[in-house]
């Protein structure tokens, strides 16, 4: 499998953004064949010209940079903001030895679940399999997911990671 690219990613970004090469040089003051030599990994932007670059493609440098998206926690307006019977409450769980666990829950079924469930609201994580003298211990608070969500606290709300490479992750997309 190919690994992507600063170049691919700049192509990928420069199409998806309709342009040509000379357009994206125009707007950058380089000429058309230093676009070229960045698609094809030949050279690389200089650094000055990335948040520029990142600008024009609606993505952050680090984005630009390194392919991860900034996954950020946001408080959108109602005029934005899914329906909340829309939303759904996401957690994966990465174990020391690879085991995944992954939830898809619809913020409705889970506000049921918390407020006429008989659970004392968390979802708990650990992995015994981690190795060290302590297990990855997580306890996740549905009370406060809900009480995050219906205030329009939307995206990636916390990642907790182990220094034995258990990880968790909760969103509210």
Not at 119 to 127: K, R
């Amino acid at each position: 499998m190919d690994e992507e690219t600063l170049g691919s990613r700049i192509v990928d970004s420069r199409k998806r953004c309709k342009m040509t090469q000379e357009e994206l040089s125009e707007r950058l003051g380089v000429t058309a064949q230093a676009v070229s030599k960045w698609e094809n990994d030949i050279s690389c932007p200089d650094i000055t010209l990335l948040p520029k670059l990142s600008s024009i493609f609606g993505i952050s440098v680090d984005e630009l940079l390194s392919g991860r998206k900034n996954e950020s926690v946001e408080a959108l307006d109602e005029v934005k903001r899914k329906p909340f019977e829309r939303l759904i409450f996401r957690v994966r769980f990465v174990g020391a030895d690879g085991d995944r666990i992954a939830a898809n829950i619809p913020m409705p079924l889970l506000k049921i679940v918390v407020e006429c469930g008989d659970a004392d609201g968390y979802i708990n994580f650990s992995d015994e399999k981690s190795g060290g003298n302590e297990a990855f211990r997580s306890r996740i608070d549905l009370k406060k997911v809900l009480e995050l969500v219906e205030k329009s606290t939307l995206g990636k709300l916390f990642e907790l990671e182990s220094s034995y490479g258990e990880r968790l992750e909760v969103y509210v997309e």
